[in-house]
């Protein structure tokens, strides 16, 4: 009698498997479906990381915290390739470079932020960042650069307060899925290799204007025409974002 009562439970539990296996077989493909992936819920905050993976746009972006000497020979590539890109820069550096940030914005070129200080939001509390935002955007607004919506925390490091804080003050936060590693100055061929191989549609690219970033500009001058001769569009985050079906993920 033993025996029968102790089959039938584990008999009990394998159905319990199933059923919750289906359960959530069901919810993420619920999610899938409209291109949202979140281990939460829908409605959980959410950071961009790619966008439409049936449109061949892709967006380029730069992040710039410190240095006035490399931007102008990105600025120069991009000129010449006709080529729209994203900066995300911070308020400090902002600050101390207007003259620059207007020639990003006079070349049509989009603005996004990375706070004020460059300084991860990982090693900060909640009220730190809150201030940290609210100084970065009334230093923009002081420029003349109001509504500034995209956000990239420093270093690309954030977690679900983070997202949640950003959410609740307007600010979509963006992060990236193809990486140059332009920072590590590993050599412009590794930085193309790095950009070329990996892009597929809809992908955000992240590169560097900062003075640390010694190849990026050399780099551009395959990349560039390389990945318009692959078919690939480039456009604004603003754009990528809009588009239809624009998928959006969590990143911890």
């Given at each position: 009698?033993?025996?029968?009562?102790?089959m039938?439970?584990?008999?009990?539990?394998?159905?319990?498997?199933?059923?919750l296996f289906?359960?959530?077989?069901?919810?993420?493909?619920?999610?899938?479906?409209?291109?949202?992936?979140?281990?939460?819920?829908?409605?959980?905050?959410?950071?961009?990381?790619?966008?439409?993976?049936?449109?061949?746009?892709?967006?380029?972006?730069?992040?710039?915290?410190w240095?006035?000497?490399k931007?102008?020979?990105?600025?120069?590539?991009?000129?010449?390739?006709?080529?729209?890109?994203?900066?995300?820069?911070?308020?400090?550096?902002?600050?101390?470079?207007?003259?620059?940030?207007?020639?990003?914005?006079?070349?049509?070129?989009?603005?996004?932020?990375?706070?004020?200080?460059?300084?991860?939001?990982?090693?900060?509390?909640?009220?730190?960042?809150?201030?940290?935002?609210?100084?970065?955007?009334?230093?923009?607004?002081?420029?003349?650069?109001?509504?500034?919506?995209?956000?990239?925390?420093?270093?690309?490091?954030?977690?679900?307060?983070?997202?949640?804080?950003?959410?609740?003050?307007?600010?979509?936060?963006?992060?990236?899925?193809?990486?140059?590693?332009?920072?590590n100055?590993?050599?412009?061929?590794?930085?193309?290799?790095?950009?070329?191989?990996?892009?597929?549609?809809?992908?955000?690219?992240?590169?560097?204007?900062?003075?640390?970033?010694?190849?990026?500009?050399?780099?551009?001058?395959?990349?560039?025409?390389?990945?318009?001769?692959?078919?690939?569009?480039?456009?604004?985050?603003?754009e990528?974002?809009?588009?239809?079906?624009?998928?959006?993920?969590?990143?911890e």
């Amino acid at each position: 009698m033993q025996h029968f009562y102790v089959m039938k439970f584990n008999r009990w539990k394998r159905w319990l498997v199933i059923v919750l296996f289906a359960l959530f077989t069901a919810t993420f493909v619920w999610f899938e479906r409209d291109g949202t992936f979140s281990v939460f819920s829908s409605n959980a905050p959410q950071a961009l990381t790619k966008g439409n993976a049936e449109e061949t746009n892709i967006a380029l972006t730069f992040n710039i915290s410190w240095g006035e000497e490399k931007v102008y020979d990105i600025l120069k590539q991009l000129e010449d390739k006709q080529v729209q890109a994203t900066f995300f820069v911070s308020g400090e550096w902002a600050e101390r470079h207007p003259d620059i940030l207007k020639e990003i914005t006079e070349g049509k070129h989009e603005l996004g932020m990375l706070g004020y200080r460059y300084k991860s939001y990982l090693k900060m509390e909640t009220e730190q960042i809150r201030n940290d935002l609210r100084k970065a955007e009334e230093t923009f607004n002081k420029l003349g650069y109001e509504n500034i919506s995209l956000l990239r925390p420093p270093s690309g490091q954030f977690n679900k307060d983070t997202l949640k804080l950003a959410e609740d003050m307007g600010f979509t936060v963006v992060h990236w899925n193809v990486n140059s590693n332009d920072w590590n100055n590993p050599g412009t061929d590794n930085i193309i290799d790095n950009i070329m191989k990996h892009t597929e549609n809809g992908d955000i690219l992240l590169m560097h204007a900062s003075d640390s970033a010694k190849q990026t500009a050399g780099a551009l001058e395959k990349i560039l025409p390389g990945l318009k001769n692959k078919g690939f569009s480039f456009i604004p985050i603003s754009e990528l974002q809009s588009q239809a079906h624009a998928e959006s993920k969590i990143v911890e």
